[in-house]
């Protein structure tokens, strides 16, 4: 009776009504085999809402992950703009699992009808997919153009600490972006490069100079820089020390 009335609500004429059966679906105690039917029945639905509902309730229903991988891969290739960005951020969701999906989300953000939202979900995901990501980087590094819009390139600086290491062709970019005027941006970029750069030989010069930064936001960075060197940051260490003691109205900021 159950499997019936749920059924029934995904064949009402009214698509809210059916986008609504499907968010029930993870509160109804049904047999896996109903859900399954219910929720698959519901991802190939006209309605661009209940498909966006059936994408949610992918995390709560009995599919594999390989299988809601390819579920949610397939729905980037959706004719919906809204469709396509929700499955970027599920994608998101299941973490170093979707590095699968690099590929698929490489080619859907450098399609005709990418637009910088879209972009930035895209690199949001790149980052929460982190190492596994690292074919994105040139796509991430191309989106550090001055001319696209900030949030898409601190969306991307993000994704590039994320990777880590693997993305240190991102460097030359990065400290472009820490000698620059925005606040934001140099804050971030300078958060990507203490994570990127493993050489501390590298990374204490950008940091000394980072401490005469006149903005918190920027000097914080390198702080915890500095925590994650360890005994190998004991040089750069010294000069702060130093820097506080000549320059001591800069202490409350740091």
Do not use: C
Not at 37 to 54: C, F, G, N, T
Not at 124 to 153: H, N, W, Y
């Amino acid at each position: 009776e159950l499997e019936g009335q749920v059924l029934r609500l995904l064949a009402s004429e009214e698509d809210g009504l059916r986008a609504s059966a499907v968010t029930m679906l993870s509160r109804m105690a049904l047999p896996d085999k109903v859900w399954l039917k219910a929720e698959r029945q519901a991802l190939k639905d006209p309605s661009p809402a209940v498909r966006i509902a059936a994408l949610t309730a992918l995390a709560e229903s009995p599919v594999s992950n390989e299988e809601r991988l390819g579920i949610l891969i397939a729905a980037l290739e959706a004719n919906e703009s809204q469709v396509r960005r929700h499955a970027v951020e599920k994608l998101g969701d299941l973490g170093n699992l979707a590095e699968a999906a690099v590929p698929r989300l490489l080619a859907s953000a450098k399609g005709p009808s990418s637009t910088e939202a879209y972009r930035t979900s895209v690199a949001k995901t790149f980052g929460r997919i982190g190492e596994g990501a690292v074919t994105a980087v040139p796509f991430l590094r191309r989106q550090l153009d001055p001319e696209i819009s900030e949030e898409v390139r601190l969306q991307s600086l993000t994704a590039l600490a994320a990777i880590g290491a693997p993305a240190r062709d991102a460097l030359p970019d990065l400290e472009k972006l820490i000698a620059g005027d925005d606040q934001e941006l140099r804050s971030a970029s300078l958060e990507a490069f203490a994570r990127i750069e493993t050489d501390e030989e590298k990374l204490i010069p950008v940091f000394l100079q980072a401490l005469k930064d006149p903005e918190p936001e920027v000097r914080r960075p390198v702080i915890v820089g500095l925590g994650r060197l360890g005994e190998r940051g004991m040089g750069a260490a010294s000069a702060l020390v130093d820097l506080l003691e000549s320059e001591p109205d800069r202490k409350p900021a740091l």
